[in-house]
């Protein structure tokens, strides 16, 4: 058996990232970035005014007791031939062009508008006031995102504001999902005594979901080596990610660890110091990554965000590929054996992480709080 921390270098040195592929900006979420963008403009690339209110020509400590008004200027409007004085203001709205002559823009709230022009309430005014500057975001050249960003909703806002339709991305994987077990039978229909209601798939499908991902294939495989051994060929040469769950173990119908070295697939490891998910399994056939994951739902779960998710997100070239990790006190206590890692589910109250009962790999109740991950090395 090797260390949590071993295993988790093996994976993330042994996966590199899939090729690169340009995806529309439309359909570029869950995405991340294979090279770096830079600004092709300013942003905004000309001053706006950041308020409705009436743009004027001011110099400091000389306030005019009435503005004649003299245009109006839109935002999108793009004539540009509203041109200003001192003495005269211009009705403006959020989002436009500063006229030529314009250097600060007073609220609509503090100007009172009379037939012989505008009048501005005795209130502090500045030199720029209410505008937004050219370039004030964003200058010409400068980087926008790094190669590895994650394109959220926030990131591809931005790239939208420059203009920019498609993106270079790293695709995401193909991923198949083998599971076994002759005593499982699915959600819906009518189970005998002895069998068990399949649950492992509904977890690595959403936790997939949650990631913008689809499985390309799910197939269920008997406890049969030659089965299994066969149903793993096929599913090789199609997928870039093979995720097999039950079957691990080194019981009598365990078979996956056979069936996979049928395959050639070469063992990088087998079985973990660690609980739950002792049993994990992790290979390599050139460049398809292969897991078998335990049986039980929640070290599925458990081993899914803990080794499964990074390698995803190094493959799909994340430059941050792991949960984000937060250091606390635990208000309770927990007793383990020198040497093993355990998972917990816990959450967080008052600052402090509270670990709840119901730690065995057999239970999901306590994954259905609202938990952290709590991790005892």
Wanted: glycine share 8%; charged share 20%; net charge neutral.
């Amino acid at each position: 058996m090797i260390s949590v921390k071993d295993a988790k270098n093996y994976i993330l040195v042994g996966t590199q990232a899939l090729n690169e592929i340009r995806v529309r900006l439309s359909d570029s979420a869950g995405f991340a970035l294979a090279s770096d963008i830079y600004a092709p403009t300013d942003f905004p690339d000309f001053d706006q005014s950041a308020m409705d209110g009436y743009g004027i020509y001011y110099e400091m400590g000389q306030r005019e007791p009435l503005y004649r008004l003299k245009g109006v200027a839109q935002a999108g409007n793009v004539d540009s031939t509203n041109k200003i004085q001192k003495g005269e203001a211009v009705r403006i709205f959020t989002g436009a062009k500063i006229p030529s002559g314009v250097n600060t823009v007073i609220q609509q709230e503090f100007v009172q508008s009379r037939e012989e022009g505008v009048f501005i309430e005795d209130q502090p005014i500045f030199v720029g006031m209410n505008i937004r500057k050219a370039g004030s975001q964003t200058q010409q050249n400068e980087l926008l995102l790094p190669a590895g960003a994650a394109l959220h909703p926030a990131a591809v806002s931005c790239l939208a504001g420059f203009g920019l339709d498609t993106l270079p991305v790293i695709r995401k994987p193909n991923i198949i999902i083998l599971y076994t077990g002759k005593e499982i039978v699915a959600p819906g229909t009518i189970k005998q005594m002895g069998q068990v209601f399949e649950s492992n798939t509904y977890a690595l499908i959403n936790a997939l979901k949650g990631m913008q991902i689809e499985p390309k294939e799910i197939t269920w495989v008997d406890d049969d080596e030659k089965q299994l051994t066969d149903e793993i060929s096929l599913a090789l040469p199609k997928c870039d990610l093979l995720l097999i769950t039950g079957g691990v173990s080194v019981g009598d119908y365990d078979y996956v660890v056979r069936s996979l070295h049928n395959n050639g697939v070469q063992q990088i490891f087998h079985k973990l110091k660690q609980k739950p998910g002792k049993p994990l399994y992790f290979g390599k056939k050139a460049e398809k990554l292969i897991f078998g994951l335990p049986g039980n739902p929640a070290s599925v779960l458990t081993c899914f965000y803990e080794y499964v998710f990074p390698c995803i997100r190094k493959l799909m070239g994340f430059s941050q590929v792991a949960l984000m990790e937060v250091h606390l006190m635990a208000s309770n206590s927990y007793q383990k054996k020198i040497g093993m890692t355990h998972f917990l589910k816990a959450y967080v109250r008052d600052s402090k992480v509270e670990i709840v009962d119901h730690q065995e790999s057999y239970k999901m109740n306590s994954f259905c709080y609202r938990q952290c991950h709590y991790s005892i090395g």
